[in-house]
């Protein structure tokens, strides 16, 4: 059986194919209401309905029976929740075409499933507590101005260092893209290499902080390329610039610790939810950075994304449905902070919540201040054609110019598509 990790799922970004399967149970609906009472008599207490409620498999243990006890714990509707050990996304995509289960269900907002009327917008459900959280993640929820999800915890990327490796070299924490150059040339000696932030010398996950350090992002205006800027070649040349200073062809890939717990590196970019690992094995012996600015013109950022709470458009009772994600993950915030942080690290989505968790220290800051997410206009194939060009450029020091314009020409027309 084919199951799919929280860690793969966030992986998958943009649009999914959607396709059609047999029926779904139809659930009970809310019954219809008496036509006629007398006097002095008392109207019968409405029943509660059903809500399916579906998750993926969270790999940690326990959370299945987190969410299970959070739907026993809400009294205006009976949820019963599914997990889904098998291809989730497959199955929910193959629902939300066929049937009205499930009423609630988690995943990112994608821009064909709005386009073909599955979600329910949810702006109404977040409108009173909008400011509490990041206005990135709020931008990725976001479908021509109108909001479909509402996240449940973040997870983010930082550049952890290790303090003694650059105390012994006489570095100071990088600020700067040039101050990073710098710092990993200096770093790399001895067997150990600089910086470390994946096989493919950055291309994948460095994509969105190298725009971002310059100022610009994957899309802007909610319909055009955000890169057409010739700034954008001159931030993608530094990586061609770090490539001496890069591990390279290291056991496992960036989003694993062990290159940075075993001392083959002095920094390495990933994600934060290695962070008790981290501790655990160099103690105190390190420090965590958002991925530096390029200039004053630019901002330092890391990367934030995570699964979002969702309402199916055809179920059957979708007020019922806005009214228990409402109550879940804007109203009961001790479920959301449990949810966050006792099945491994990750962090509550409201901002009020992320400032209780003493454990994300530096981490919370980061995301307060430069978290920075991709919108659902961000899709796979416009992901590789900047990828593609951004290890092009790193590997084999091709023309950073010309690379950038073929990956806004192949933008362009995944953009043209999403519009049509």
Request: net charge neutral; glycine share 8%; proline share 7%.
């Amino acid at each position: 059986m084919r199951k799919t990790s929280r860690r793969a799922f966030l992986a998958m970004a943009g649009t999914a194919v959607l396709s059609a399967c047999g029926s779904n149970s139809v659930q009970t609906g809310t019954p219809p209401p008496s036509t006629a009472y007398s006097a002095g008599v008392t109207r019968p207490k409405p029943k509660p309905v059903d809500l399916a409620q579906w998750y993926h498999p969270y790999p940690e243990a326990g959370i299945q029976e987190a969410v299970t006890r959070y739907a026993a714990a809400y009294q205006k509707s009976k949820v019963a929740v599914q997990w889904n050990p098998d291809d989730y996304e497959a199955k929910l995509n193959a629902a939300l075409t066929a049937g009205p289960v499930p009423d609630v269900f988690e995943g990112q907002v994608i821009v064909d499933r709005v386009r073909q009327g599955q979600l329910v917008p949810l702006d109404d459900v977040v409108g009173p507590v909008r400011g509490d959280f990041n206005a990135s993640v709020l931008a990725a929820q976001t479908v021509d101005g109108k909001l479909y999800g509402v996240p449940q915890a973040l997870d983010t990327q930082v550049l952890f260092y290790r303090k003694s490796f650059l105390q012994e070299a006489k570095v100071q924490p990088p600020q700067t893209l040039d101050e990073l150059v710098e710092a990993a040339k200096k770093l790399s000696k001895d067997g150990v290499k600089g910086l470390f932030a994946g096989n493919d010398a950055g291309a994948a996950a460095l994509a969105g902080p190298l725009l971002w350090s310059a100022g610009l992002d994957y899309v802007k205006d909610g319909k055009s390329v955000g890169f057409d800027d010739p700034r954008a070649a001159t931030t993608f040349a530094k990586l061609h610039e770090l490539n001496g200073s890069l591990l390279l062809g290291a056991s496992t890939d960036w989003p694993d610790p062990i290159p940075f717990i075993d001392g083959l590196v002095a920094m390495q970019w990933t994600w934060l939810w290695n962070l008790p690992k981290i501790q655990d094995t160099v103690k105190d012996d390190f420090g965590v950075l958002a991925f530096p600015r390029l200039d004053a013109s630019g901002a330092p950022s890391v990367p934030v994304s995570g699964l979002s709470a969702m309402v199916h458009a055809k179920s059957l009772n979708p007020n019922a449905a806005k009214d228990f994600v409402k109550w879940l993950w804007l109203e009961r915030t001790d479920f959301q902070q449990e949810f966050a942080t006792r099945f491994g690290f990750h962090l509550p989505a409201r901002l009020s919540v992320l400032d209780k968790v003493d454990a994300a220290g530096d981490a919370a800051k980061l995301v307060k201040e430069n978290g920075r997410a991709a919108g659902p206009l961000w899709t796979p194939s416009a992901n590789a054609a900047l990828v593609d060009a951004l290890g092009r450029i790193a590997r084999d020091g091709a023309d950073p110019a010309t690379e950038t314009k073929e990956a806004v020409e192949a933008v362009k027309a995944e953009l043209g598509r999403l519009s049509a």
